[in-house]
Every structure is written in structure tokens, then in C-alpha cells.
């Protein structure tokens, strides 16, 4: 799938504020997707870097998103 190849497979940050700030979230609400997706291992945490497992499930969430 081209689109796949074209997303980024990890995302590196230092602080989950400014993160939940850039997606326009609040930290606990950015706080619990990630616990929820990393239970449903969609990605997983190393230290600074998220790493995206599953990025078909990531695209099938998303069609569930609306503007």
C-alpha cells in the first residue's frame, strides 16, 4: 500500500504535552489513547519513541474520525 509506506512509523517527543497540544487534545484525553492503544498493541513505548505496530489498525480507527 503506498500510503503506508509514506506515514511515519514512529513518532519521537519530549513532552506529551506539547503533543496533545500539536493534535489539539488535552494531555489526559492523549494519555488515555495511548494506554488504550498500547493495550490493544497498535504501538508500543520506548522511552521517548512511540513505534507504530499495527498501522491498519490505525487507518480503520480513522475512518471512524469526523471533521
Do not use: M, W
Amino acid at each position: 500500500d503506498p500510503l503506508s509506506k509514506q506515514l511515519v512509523k514512529e513518532i519521537q517527543t519530549e513532552n506529551l504535552s506539547e503533543l496533545a497540544d500539536l493534535l489539539g487534545t488535552s494531555y489526559r484525553q492523549l494519555t488515555r489513547v495511548i494506554k488504550q492503544f498500547k493495550d490493544d498493541n497498535i504501538i508500543e513505548k520506548s522511552g521517548k519513541t512511540f513505534k507504530i505496530n499495527n498501522i491498519e489498525a490505525l487507518k480503520k480507527l480513522s475512518l471512524n474520525i469526523r471533521a
